[in-house]
């Protein structure tokens, strides 16, 4: 597994989908405001471009060309796969020579992490001679106190990431 190999400060959501229930309404001043969601729960989009930049960090493309990361340059994109999983595709240039690329790669929430896992590269025809491997791909998710990340899909061009909470703080 590959963690903590990007920077994992800050990235853009296309867009935040949350829906609060029983929230407890305190005085401030001369007037109201939210302080408690009993419950919180929603999804954040990330586009495939988001995550894909992700995927384009120099530590983490050293990480996974181990060895050849000095003669071979690797470009990767993201695209739905037909089983509700990410495809990865690009190319990696060896010495000058461009050669297509592509893997399957499934999502899963595990211990507050997003794991992209792939499958074997497929499209180089030496590739078995090389050091690329299929890698599990761990990106660190901070969740405020009261809320945690509870799944991963894919919709057209974007990953979920579903998240949930109780007595979650709206005062921060």
């Given amino acids: 597994m590959l963690d903590g190999v990007l920077p994992g400060e800050a990235f853009y959501a296309d867009r935040v989908e949350m829906t609060l229930g029983r929230v407890r309404i305190e005085r ?4 109201f405001v939210p302080a408690v969601a009993e419950q919180v729960t929603g999804v954040i989009h990330l586009t495939f471009a988001d995550v894909a930049t992700f995927l384009r960090q120099p530590e983490f493309l050293r990480t996974i060309m181990a060895g050849i990361d000095v003669v071979a340059r690797l470009d990767l994109a993201l695209a739905n796969d037909a089983d509700g999983g990410l495809r990865i595709t690009g190319a990696v240039e060896i010495l000058g020579s461009r050669f297509p690329i592509s893997t ?3 999502l899963r929430i595990d211990d507050g992490k997003l794991v992209v896992s ?3 590269l497929e499209g180089v025809p030496f590739l078995g001679a090389l050091q690329v491997q299929p890698f599990d791909l761990v990106l660190p ?3 405020p106190p009261g809320m945690a990340f509870t799944g991963v899909s894919t919709a057209p061009g974007e990953v979920l990431l579903e998240f949930a909470g109780t007595d979650f703080e709206l005062r921060r």
Wanted: glycine content about 16%.
């Fill in 104 to 106: 399957s790669a499934g």
């Fill in 28 to 31: 401030s001043g001369a007037r």
């Fill in 141 to 143: 998710l901070r969740s």
């Fill in 118 to 120: 792939a499958a074997s």
